[in-house]
Antibody, heavy 124, light 110 residues
Framework: QEQLVESGGGVVQPGRSLRLSCAASRFTFSSSAMHWVRQAPGKGLEWVAVISNDGRNKYYADSVKGRFTISRDNSKNTMYLEMNSLRTEDTAVFYC?????????????????WGQGTTVTVSS | QSVLTQPPSASGTPGQRVSISCSGSSSNIANNYVYWYQQLPGTAPKLLVYRNSQRPSGVPDRFSGSKSGTSASLAISGLRSEDEADYFCAAWDDSVSGWVFGGGTKVTVL
């Protein structure tokens, strides 16, 4: 069964940085586009970013553009989310998710497999 | 304010059929695939329907998705107590070049 495990969450002060990791197993990681999605406490789901299978192409939500960077290391079956200039409104559970498919329009396939999430709390 | 609009709540008695709507626009639902997710309390979202109407293996056929124009819907037939959860729709949005989610619908089994 395909598996994703997030790590790296924690409590951080506003303005500081944090890097999340997502370790993938039991599927061909290098063939799949990957997403980050977050959920603030008591709120709905908010898409954060998506990265192509080869890591060359990325899209970001406007709310994180310029502050967050998505990346991946296919040799390690791991995806990352580097978060800078964190704000209190970034407090959320962050999920990584595998894309449903790849291909020409790789970005427009949704999330099929999700990790269990890692909690990020931005507070002074 | 979510780009995709869902009713905040829906309910039914065991065995009933419940339908959840997801309203969007030409930049998202009309021209792209719609996905539906179920989130049980305290757990990660789970894929329920992909590419408008496809069910992953393991998802009961009580769950079905459909799409017409700028709207999509998820139907749950033969409602069961374990279906109590939050349900979210999602689609790629060409105008923002990103994914958009509905605000979620909380389903209660009476």
């Amino acid at each position: 069964q395909e598996q994703l495990v997030e790590s790296g969450g924690g409590v951080v002060q506003p303005g500081r940085s944090l890097r999340l990791s997502c370790a993938a197993s039991r599927f061909t990681f290098s063939s799949s586009a990957m997403h980050w999605v977050r959920q603030a406490p008591g709120k709905g789901l908010e898409w954060v970013a998506v990265i192509s299978n080869d890591g060359r192409n990325k899209y970001y939500a406007d709310s994180v553009k310029g502050r967050f960077t998505i990346s991946r290391d296919n040799s390690k079956n791991t995806m990352y989310l580097e978060m800078n200039s964190l704000r209190t409104e970034d407090t959320a559970v962050f999920y990584c998710a595998k894309s449903d498919s790849g291909g020409l329009r790789w970005y427009y396939y949704g999330m099929d497999v999700w990790g269990q999430g890692t909690t990020v709390t931005v507070s002074s | 304010q979510s780009v995709l609009t869902q009713p905040p709540s829906a309910s039914g008695t065991p065995g009933q059929r419940v339908s959840i709507s997801c309203s969007g626009s030409s930049s998202n639902i009309a021209n792209n695939y719609v996905y539906w997710y179920q989130q049980l309390p305290g757990t990660a979202p789970k894929l329920l329907v992909y590419r408008n109407s496809q069910r992953p293996s393991g998802v009961p056929d009580r769950f079905s998705g459909s799409k017409s124009g700028t709207s999509a819907s998820l139907a749950i037939s033969g409602l069961r107590s374990e279906d109590e959860a939050d349900y979210f729709c999602a689609a790629w949005d060409d105008s923002v070049s990103g994914w958009v989610f509905g605000g979620g619908t909380k389903v209660t089994v009476l």
